[in-house]
């Protein structure tokens, strides 16, 4: 289900960015006040896990890309471009249908994403279950 929600060209061209320049660690990325057009919301050139979560706001929906650094046994350092769909349980019912309604128009715009987090609790975003998801992935 799409909700006819824009995307702004910004957010493909911070994408790209962080894809191919690695001028990023991670973007956030929300719904504009009008709810007619995802916007970026904020970039961040260095950072941990832990600043990268606490951007994530408590009880609003958000989107965003993270360069997830990690070691993998038996093959050394690696990287996955995961995009985040972080839906609290906490948001208002409307927030929470438009951004999930609205999700697919920017995640089809971003080519060469490794893993895709939905989020609706702490427990659901912690570094060891996104961890878990990348070890597995290919």
């Known amino acids: 289900m799409s909700s006819g929600v ?3 060209q910004e957010c493909l061209e911070a994408f790209s ?19 007619k057009e995802i916007v970026v919301e904020k970039t961040v050139e260095t950072g941990s896990y832990d600043d990268f ?6 009880n609003e929906p958000r989107y965003a890309v993270y360069d997830f650094d990690y ?7 690696r990287n996955k471009i995961t995009f985040y769909s972080w839906i609290p ?10 951004y999930a ?4 128009s920017l ?4 080519v060469g994403l490794a893993i895709e987090v939905q989020g609706t609790d702490a427990s659901e975003v912690d570094y060891e279950t996104v961890l878990e998801k990348a070890s597995r992935s290919a």
Do not use: W
Request: hydrophobic share 35%; aromatic share 8%; no cysteine.
């Open 53 to 58: 979560l606490g951007d994530l706001p408590e």
């Open 101 to 104: 309604s609205s999700m697919d």
């Open 17 to 35: 960015s962080l894809k191919l320049g690695h001028k990023y660690k991670y973007i956030i990325f929300k719904l504009s006040d009008d709810l």
């Open 6 to 8: 824009a995307v702004n």
């Open 71 to 77: 070691i993998k046994e038996g093959s050394g350092q």
């Open 107 to 110: 995640r089809r715009n971003f």
């Open 89 to 98: 349980d906490t948001a208002k019912v409307r927030q929470k249908m438009v």
